[in-house]
């Protein structure tokens, strides 16, 4: 029913209402794939940056009172998180 | 389709309908994508909003100098890392833990790692997410595969791999974040 909606459509002659495949196939969520590796690269960026602190934790000067360093790991964390549902999600797109 | 039927007033159903069913499904499963596509963008926005609340405590100092001397550090250790690559083969290094080397393992590079590839030892003593070196070798211990971020962390494991294994749950029990991340 559809096919011969679209078939209408195309020739001028119905298919009120349905969504042209041009208009389908460029929607705005089509850049997703951009966007989400954009993210991935920023934030495995900052976690690296976390990374290398805490590989040379002992060796630094002064790294910071043990409370805020724990608050850095914290900020690791979240930002472990943040990647996976991205990763996710960018595995499903 | 348009010069199979041109201006003709009548076409023969088994010419056409074929071709209008398989019009028919193109369109719906572009639709269905579009539409995952447009659900995908909106989880997307609501991740999005999680990032405007992460912030960035380390200063440009303390990267500064985690850098430099990283830098320093991660070359050597990258050469002793590659040289227990290459020359250690796979051996059983404890009660029932095996460490399996790239070069003697089929398929090393497949193993599922557990923890998502974190170093247990770190997440057990220190809460720490640091990621496991599979170039150190690949523990498997009661079906549980695990690597770790430096060869005191090894040691540790092996010493006592029943006791890391219960206290990552312990420590998840702590920090709930780190069940999903974990993949506990």
Request: with cysteine.
């Amino acid at each position: 029913m559809i096919g011969i909606r679209l078939f209408n459509r195309d020739i001028g002659k119905g298919g009120v209402g349905l969504e042209s495949f041009a208009e389908i196939i460029n929607h705005p969520a089509r850049n997703l794939i951009g966007d989400l590796n954009t993210e991935v690269a920023e934030i495995m960026e900052m976690s690296d940056r976390y990374t290398m602190f805490f590989n040379v934790l002992s060796e630094l000067p002064d790294p910071g009172a043990a409370p805020l360093i724990e608050h850095y790991k914290q900020e690791l964390t979240y930002k472990r998180q943040f990647l996976i549902y991205i990763l996710e999600l960018k595995s499903d797109v | 389709m348009k010069g199979l039927i041109g201006n003709k007033s009548s076409i023969p159903k088994d010419q056409v309908y074929p071709k209008f069913d398989s019009l028919s499904q193109i369109y719906s499963q572009l639709l269905e994508e579009k539409n995952l596509a447009i659900l995908r963008r909106d989880l997307f926005k609501v991740l999005l909003d999680y990032k405007e609340t992460m912030t960035n405590s380390l200063s440009d100092v303390l990267i500064r100098e985690s850098k430099a001397l990283y830098a320093d550090k991660a070359s050597k250790l990258r050469v002793v890392e590659e040289h227990i690559a290459a020359n250690t083969e796979s051996q059983l290094v404890g009660e029932n833990i095996i460490r399996l080397m790239p070069n003697s393992t089929p398929d090393f590079m497949h193993i599922p790692l557990d923890f998502l590839g974190f170093c247990l030892v770190n997440i057990v003593e220190h809460g720490l997410l640091m990621p496991g070196k599979p170039n150190l070798g690949v523990f498997k211990y009661n079906e549980k595969y695990c690597v770790f971020a430096d060869q005191d962390s090894i040691e540790k494991f092996v010493a006592e791999p029943n006791k890391y294994l219960e206290e990552v749950v312990e420590k998840c029990r702590q920090m709930p974040e780190l069940i999903h991340l974990l993949k506990m």
